[in-house]
């Protein structure tokens, strides 16, 4: 590598005279985002408190987001409680995989309850044992 050394760009040295510099301001003046967009970005506080206070303030709302958070959480049900209600699957597969591990229960569950299907007795076979009447309903036993 050769030793190259990049010279940093000149500076303008020469004094603004009153007229541009009143005139820079007023155009930086003009381009200044407004109080609300500053709010907006969060760059201002979007507050009425004295600016003595402003800090106190910010810290008694995230102590209130704190508060809130912690009560939330206390009454939050237990995972034993979830699974009960159904609301959390009892698996123990990893997250990514539960899913797939949903769609492949369901399956089985299919493919098991058409072979049960398939398996079933005929009418005809029913009403030999006594199940079925000829007209189709089902024997009473009193």
């Known amino acids: 590598m050769s030793d190259q050394t990049t010279a940093a760009p000149a500076v303008d040295q020469m004094p603004l005279n009153k007229l541009e ?3 820079s301001l007023e155009k930086q003046l003009q381009l200044r985002p407004e109080e ?10 979007d507050t009425t408190a004295a600016p003595a ?9 995230r ?3 704190t508060d809130n958070l912690k009560k939330g959480l206390s009454r939050r049900p237990e995972k ?3 699974v009960e209600k159904n609301i959390l699957s009892d698996s123990k597969a990893a997250p990514a995989l539960q899913e797939k591990q949903r769609e492949l229960n369901k399956h089985m569950r299919a493919n098991s309850l058409e072979k049960q299907l398939q ?3 005929k009418p005809e076979d029913l009403v030999k044992e006594g199940i ?4 189709g309903n089902a024997i009473k036993d009193n």
């Open 21 to 23: 510099r009143q005139n």
């Open 36 to 45: 609300q967009d500053l709010k907006n970005r969060h760059i201002l506080l």
């Open 53 to 61: 206070l402003q800090a106190r303030q910010a810290e008694l709302e």
């Open 63 to 65: 102590q209130r987001i």
């Open 80 to 82: 034993d409680e979830l």
């Open 119 to 121: 398996n079933r007795p």
């Open 132 to 135: 079925l009447n000829v007209d």
